[in-house]
């Protein structure tokens, strides 16, 4: 098979030598690694489509890949096969002020293109933590979100236009640069959080907003995390919508301050970010009424940033929560559980009862405003026992989120590691549904198997 795939990108362009086998058989996804039979990385659609052809040809897996930042196990090639790597295929083809559109091909950074844009006033609002290395095709196949979410939505509400290579090799576009379009099913829609089960998408037409003229931060903290999240209930009920909404329990306060050294106050309960974008007039309106909405909450300090190196300093403390908590083991297990804004304190409280069941250190942080949240674990991976609690500790941390009406995942994906969670949450009519769609699109099965629609 290799010679067939090098005839069709180059031989330069295919790999299965041991550093390219190791390299690719794993992603930013702890515990879990599967070995590819070869590394093949196209430079445009029609090699997609033949490298597709061929493997459809001999029921081989394709496991689609941008820039393995995922944290489902999305691209572990568990059953082997092709790993498509699709990061040449990287060219930013147009922006049009006049469309309010960017297309590109899947392989651009997500901070390739928010850059580019906000050279000419425009915003990509979608900002995932790992923008500076994520690639957009990553970012629409995980429907990712970040921290404007709240406001701006996520990757889906900015696809307008997609091309993408079905299993069998046939090329199809869905939508355009039009704002309106309702000429057959919303495919384009379908292929959001399509984990590469469905098609590799090959070409992406991407809204743009006008950029806001200028944005505020502040921050608050409380002694407990149930007077935060009243805080957030009381800011949405009040007509506001803010750009930015987060928060850290005080595990995270703890860690990020060891790390960044940045004055947080370790012996508060919480931490809640809160920031607003538009007008210079609306934005002093908006902060002065979330710094009285905190405070009516009991927060013991409310702080509005006063230049935009203390605003960067403040959204560093939430930024460094992930990267602070996975020094404290080697081992960083970090979900993304998600429930009702308003069932957030009661969330976080089993979130720790849990974690004190188990013996686990879970410090959690999120995205307040859309109560996305992320329970992070740390441990060493040596220890056999402590793994298996953490499993143990997750599984129930989704089940209860579950019961609260929530989600086994806001925007993470279920790749491998939540499969086996998800006909809990959909039920067993919805996941045949699901199978049956991926049979349409991928007749043998070939594409990412084993995980959704699988
Ligand atoms: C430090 C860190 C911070 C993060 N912060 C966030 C965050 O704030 N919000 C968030 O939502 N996520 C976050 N993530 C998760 C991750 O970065 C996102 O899921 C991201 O969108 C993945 O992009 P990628 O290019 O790395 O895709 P990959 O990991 O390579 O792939 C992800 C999935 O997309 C599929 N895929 C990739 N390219 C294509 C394509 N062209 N066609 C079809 N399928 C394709 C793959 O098969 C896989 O299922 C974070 C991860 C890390 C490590």
């Known amino acids: 098979m290799e010679a067939e795939l090098a005839a069709i990108v180059g031989a330069d362009h295919v790999r299965a030598d041991e550093g390219a086998l190791l390299t690719?058989?794993?992603d930013a996804t702890p515990l879990e690694r599967g070995r590819p039979d070869v590394v093949v990385f196209?430079?445009?659609?029609?090699?997609?489509?033949?490298?597709?052809r061929v493997a459809n040809e001999r029921r081989v897996p394709v496991v689609p890949r941008g820039s393995g930042t995922n944290l489902s196990a999305g691209t572990v090639p568990h059953r082997g096969g092709i790993v498509l790597v699709l990061t040449r295929m990287n060219a930013l083809k147009e922006i049009s002020e006049g469309d309010l559109?960017?297309?590109?091909?899947?392989?651009?950074r997500t901070i390739e293109l928010a850059s580019a844009v906000a050279a000419r006033g425009l915003l990509f609002p979608p900002d995932p933590g790992s923008q500076t290395t994520a690639t957009l095709g990553g970012n629409v196949?995980?429907?990712?979100?970040?921290?404007?979410?709240?406001?701006y939505g996520v990757t889906r509400d900015y696809v307008l236009g997609v091309e993408a290579v079905l299993g069998s090799g046939e090329v199809i576009r869905s939508g355009g640069r039009l704002v309106k379009d309702v000429a057959g099913y919303d495919l384009r829609r379908l292929l959001c959080g399509s984990e590469g089960t469905l098609a590799v998408m090959t070409e992406l037409t991407l809204r743009l907003m006008p950029a806001p003229e200028a944005s505020g931060t502040g921050m608050a903290y409380f002694r407990e995390l149930g007077d935060a999240a009243?805080?957030?209930?009381?800011?949405?009920?009040s007509g506001i919508l803010p750009v930015t909404l987060e928060f850290l329990d005080q595990v995270c306060i703890g860690s990020v301050e060891d790390f960044a050294h940045i004055g947080l106050d370790t012996s508060a309960g919480a931490l809640l970010?809160?920031?607003?974008?538009?007008?210079?007039?609306?934005?002093?309106?908006d902060m002065a009424r979330m710094a009285e909405a905190c405070e009516a909450e009991g927060a013991t300090e409310v702080r509005l940033a006063s230049s935009p190196a203390e605003a960067a300093e403040v959204l560093e403390a939430r930024r460094a929560a992930l990267p602070s908590l996975s020094r404290l083991e080697p081992l960083t297990i970090l979900e993304?559980?998600?429930?009702?804004?308003?069932?957030?304190?009661?969330?976080?409280?089993?979130?720790?009862?849990?974690a004190g069941r188990y013996d686990l250190k879970i410090g959690t942080f999120g995205h307040?405003?859309?109560?996305?949240?992320?329970?992070?674990?740390?441990?060493?991976?040596?220890?056999?026992?402590?793994?298996?609690?953490?499993?143990?500790?997750?599984?129930e941390i989704f089940a209860r989120a579950l019961e609260l009406d929530g989600s086994i995942t806001g925007e993470h994906g279920v790749g491998l590691v939540k499969l086996r969670y998800l006909e809990q949450q959909l039920g067993a009519d919805h996941v045949a549904l699901l199978r049956r769609i991926k049979a349409a699109f991928d007749p043998n099965g070939i594409l990412n198997p084993g995980k959704l629609g699988s």
Request: aromatic fraction near 2%; proline fraction near 6%.
């Open 42 to 52: 196209p430079a445009n659609t029609e090699e997609v489509a033949a490298v597709l």
């Open 230 to 237: 009243r805080a957030v209930s009381r800011v949405l009920a």
């Open 368 to 395: 307040a405003g859309d109560g996305n949240l992320h329970p992070t674990a740390v441990l060493d991976p040596a220890d056999e026992d402590a793994v298996r609690r953490a499993h143990a500790a997750f599984g």
């Open 273 to 285: 970010i809160f920031g607003q974008d538009g007008d210079p007039a609306s934005i002093e309106r």
């Open 336 to 354: 993304d559980a998600t429930v009702p804004r308003s069932r957030i304190a009661e969330m976080v409280a089993h979130i720790q009862e849990i």
């Open 101 to 108: 559109v960017a297309v590109c091909e899947p392989g651009v």
């Open 141 to 151: 196949a995980e429907c990712s979100g970040g921290l404007r979410a709240l406001k």
């Open 24 to 26: 690719f058989s794993t």
